[in-house]
Nanobody
Framework: QVQLVESGGGLVQAGGSLRLSCAAS????????MGWFRQAPGKEREVVAV????????DYADSVKGRFTISRDNAKNTVYLQMNSLKPEDTAVYYC?????????????????WGQGTQVTVSS
């Protein structure tokens, strides 16, 4: 059974930092694209950051560029999201996701595996 388990969410003041982790089990994602998505109340799920299997190709939502960094450790089957200079508008449930694809994709529908989500709340 494939599982993605996120951790690291919480409550932080604006301008603060958090580091999210996503540990995968039941399947190796070392040759697949993985990503972080988020969903705020009343809004659709949106892509935050995506990283290709080798780690050399990354893409970010415009709203987080320069503030968030995605990385991965294939030996640990884990992907990370370092979030700096957090803003109240970053408040959402953050989800880790993995594809079965080798090619790079930012389309949520192409991600077959999802974590349960971790809440990030940024106070002003």
């Amino acid at each position: 059974q494939v599982q993605l388990v996120e951790s690291g969410g919480g409550l932080v003041q604006a301008g603060g930092s958090l580091r999210l982790s996503c540990a995968a089990s039941g399947r190796s994602f070392s040759t697949n694209t993985m990503g972080w998505f988020r969903q705020a109340p009343g809004k659709e799920r949106e892509v935050v950051a995506v990283i290709r299997w080798g780690g050399s190709t990354k893409d970010y939502a415009d709203s987080v560029k320069g503030r968030f960094t995605i990385s991965r450790d294939n030996a640990k089957n884990t992907v990370y999201l370092q979030m700096n200079s957090l803003k109240p508008e970053d408040t959402a449930v953050y989800y880790c996701a993995g594809t079965t694809l080798v090619r790079f994709t930012t389309t949520p529908g192409e991600y077959a595996y999802w974590g349960q989500g971790t809440q990030v709340t940024v106070s002003s």
